[in-house]
Structure formats: C-alpha cells, structure tokens
C-alpha cells in the first residue's frame, strides 16, 4: 500500500521529532552540537538552519549528513527560528524542538523539554535559567540579568502566568503552537512577544529548569552598544503584542 | 474673479504642471504605482489649485487664525512630508515581511530541491547497475532527462536568437530559443516526484 507523503521529500521518523539549530557563523561549534543531539536523539531528525552565515556553518553541518537549510541572507534570530518552525510544519512534525548551535543551550537537557509536551501536559515547553539549579555553571551579566528580569515581569504581566526566564529561546513546541506562533510572531527577539500572545490565545506554555552552558566560542550577537536598542525594541514588541490582533 | 499673474505665480503653477507631468510619465513608464502616483496627483493639484484660486490660502489661514500666512504653507508641507514618511514606513514594512517569508521558502524549497536530485541520482545508480529492473522501465529514462534538465544551464543558441526571419511560432515543435529539449524543470518536478513516489509502491 502506497504511504501518504504530503510533501515531496518525506523526513519524519517515528518518534515526530524534529531539531532545529540556528546558526549564524557557528561553523566552529555546530558540528559538536550536533554529535551531541545525535547522541541524546539518534531517532530525530536534525536541522540546522544556516541564517545566511558568511563562514563554513553549512559546509561543516552538511558533512555531518543532516539536514541543512541555508537562507540565502541573514534574517536575524526571528526570521531563522520562523523557517524552523515553517520548515517543521511543511514536513508534518509533531514535535520541534528549537535550540541555538553556538553550545549554550546542551542537547541533553532536551529529554526534560520533550517530556511534557509529548505527554499532552503542555504545547510549548520553555527552558528556564533561574528557577532551578544551573548544572552547566551559566554566569549572566548583570546588565544581562537586569533585562531578562524586566522581559520577564512585563511577560508574566500580560501573559497571566508567571514567567521566570522570558528570553529563553531553548523551547519545545507542539505542532498547534508551532503553527500559531509561525502565524503570528514578530520576528525581532520573538521570545518575550511570544509568551505574550501564546498566554493571550489559551495555549499551555510550561518552564521547565535547564542548565545552560556558557559560550564557548564566537560572540554574542547582542553587544553592550546594541543592548539599549535591544530592551527599547523588545519592550515595545511585547507592549504590543498585549493588544496585537492574531490568528488562531 | 481674474487672476493676476506675477512672475512668482509663473513659477509656481510651471513646478506644479510639471510635477503632474513627471508623475504621470513615471506611472506609464511602469516606474511608479498608480496607487502611489494618486498621492502625488493629488498634492500636485491642490498645490495648483491653491495658486489658482486666490484668497484660498489665506481664507484657510485667517480660518485657523495663522497671522503669517506662509506658515500655513510650510506646516501643510511639513504634514504632508511626515504623513508620506509613515506612509512608505509602512510600505517598507511590509515588504520586509513578504521578502522574510520569500527568503524561508526559498530556502525550503531549495533544500526539496537538493533532495530530489539526490534521489534521482540514486535511482540512476541503481538503474544503471541493475539493467533487469529499471533499465527497461520509461522511468529510468524519464529520471535521467530529468536529471539532465535540472542540472544542465540551458544553452542559448546565438544564431538562432539572431535569426529573424525564424521566428519562435514557426519552429517545428513551438520550443523556446535555449530550451534543451527537455520539458520545464519547474513544470516537470511534480511529475518527477509522483513517479518517485510510485516507485516504492511496486507500480513501475
């Protein structure tokens, strides 16, 4: 009997999942990232998707022999976390984990993410820093910690839960929330917008403590020059998405 | 009411027609957007009509109580500049959106694209080494023009290009100068990848 592929390129395993790294001139630790989640889920399928890097992030992830999106110029973290999510929808996956290739987030916290959303106890499940203990010895700057300390309270103001680590982008999503956030998202820092309009729609959204490693190589892509512009700009994102109109 | 004409209205009402004119030609010359080109039509003309109709600025001016009358003119300019900012800030926004949503499916797109090659690769292979199963199917061949086709950059006959007493309705089988004789590569994929597709359910 005839298996019903409705995309021409047919990826998904058994188990649903799908990874997907974003990486901008990671080309020096993507492949570490990868051996990793490979180790953790052998069964899932990996994506790194290559935010126009000008380094050799594809090349390295491409021998690696899993799945490469290159897009042809940088769209900033938004836009690449977007072609996760859009690229997982296409491919009907059940289940997208969302991850950084720089090393910080590590693959084997990934299991604690799955667990609830697998089990229906939630549709997105967000890693958190600070409400539990850092196995990985992750440091914030204090500028760092003043401004997820302020994303976070103006999130847990309007998303009606109580949010401890709004800038997390370490998340696991359902396909539903996937869907709804690929529709709706802001594409600058879309974290803090998120959470916002996930509470406002009626979704489950669920912190679990992960450890976080700190950077090992490359370099934040928010410097203390951009950090103002940084909170000014996220601030009136999620301002906005409070009253924002969406789509289910 | 006769209309005096000094030196400066000249001038004025010169820029204004010449201003409706540069936009009309821009619109026909596909350089601008009739929907952007009424915007300008517009301020064009009641720029016109305000030369043209004396007392109408000042009568607007004593109205909002302006004393100096060409403070009016430079506000309603000023307006008019900070209303077309926020106007193309929308426009840019939204075509920043579009182009986003562009740039990802390309990139999906692509990497379909890079998939099916591969595979078509793979079936030649085994084609190629297994003569008994799929040498004799249409598929195989059907695989390997596709393959041709996706692969190989059209060559453009130079002649044929230059040849005008050839033209393209007359050609023996209609095809397009630079066609290399195999079916549009966008046109032919979703057949190539239903064959694909039958392939694993025995039908070939």
């Known amino acids: 009997m005839k298996q019903k592929i409705d995309t021409p390129v047919n990826i998904v395993p058994e188990n649903n999942i799908l990874v997907t790294v974003l990486a901008y001139n990671e080309g020096a630790s993507i492949e570490a990232v990868i051996n990793r989640i490979k180790r953790i889920l052998p069964e899932a399928t990996i994506a790194v998707i290559n935010d126009g890097s000008s380094d050799d992030t594809s090349e390295v992830a491409r021998r690696t022999g899993i799945e490469v999106i290159d897009l042809p110029f940088n769209l900033g973290i938004g836009g690449a976390m977007q072609t996760g999510l859009k690229f997982g929808l296409i491919q009907n996956f059940e289940y997208i984990v969302r991850m950084d290739g720089d090393g910080q987030h590590p693959p084997e916290e990934i299991p604690k993410l799955l667990d609830p959303v697998m089990h229906g106890e939630a549709d997105i499940a967000v890693g958190t820093r600070f409400s539990g203990p850092d196995t990985f010895g992750y440091k914030a700057s204090l500028p760092r910690r003043i401004g997820i300390y302020l994303f976070s309270r103006l999130a847990s103001r309007y998303s009606g839960r109580e949010v401890t680590d709004a800038t997390c982008s370490f998340q696991v999503l359902n396909a539903k929330a996937a869907k709804f956030l690929d529709n709706n998202m802001e594409q600058d820092h879309p974290e803090v917008d998120g959470w916002i309009l996930l509470g406002r729609a009626g979704y489950t959204v669920k912190e679990i403590p992960v450890g976080i490693e700190p950077r090992r190589k490359g370099a934040s892509s928010i410097n203390q020059w951009r950090a103002l512009y940084f909170i000014i700009k996220v601030g009136l994102t999620a301002l906005a998405a409070r009253s924002r109109r969406f789509n289910e | ?204």
């Open chain 2, 1 to 204: 009411m006769i209309l005096e004409l000094n030196r400066l209205k000249i001038l004025v009402i010169f820029i204004g027609v010449g201003l409706i004119s540069l936009v009309w030609h821009l619109i026909i010359r596909g350089k601008l957007r009739p929907v952007y080109g009424i915007l300008w039509m517009i301020v064009s003309c009641l720029f016109l009509l305000a030369i043209l109709i004396p007392g109408v600025v000042t009568g607007l001016a004593r109205f909002l109580q302006i004393e100096y009358t060409p403070s009016l003119i430079f506000a309603l300019g000023l307006l008019f500049v900070i209303g077309l900012l926020l106007f193309q800030t929308v426009v840019i926004s939204n075509l920043t959106k579009k182009n986003t949503d562009l740039a990802q499916r390309f990139s999906i797109l692509n990497w379909q694209v890079e998939h099916l090659i591969t595979r078509m690769n793979q079936f030649v292979d085994i084609s190629e080494k297994d003569g008994n199963i799929f040498s004799q199917t249409s598929l195989s061949s059907e695989i390997k023009s596709a393959k041709v086709a996706l692969t190989k950059e059209p060559e453009i006959d130079q002649t044929e290009s230059t040849n005008s007493d050839f033209p393209l309705q007359d050609r023996p089988d209609n095809r397009k100068i630079g066609d290399n004789g195999f079916p549009d590569k966008h046109e032919q994929l979703p057949q190539i990848q239903e064959n694909l597709l039958n392939v694993g359910d025995g039908k070939e």
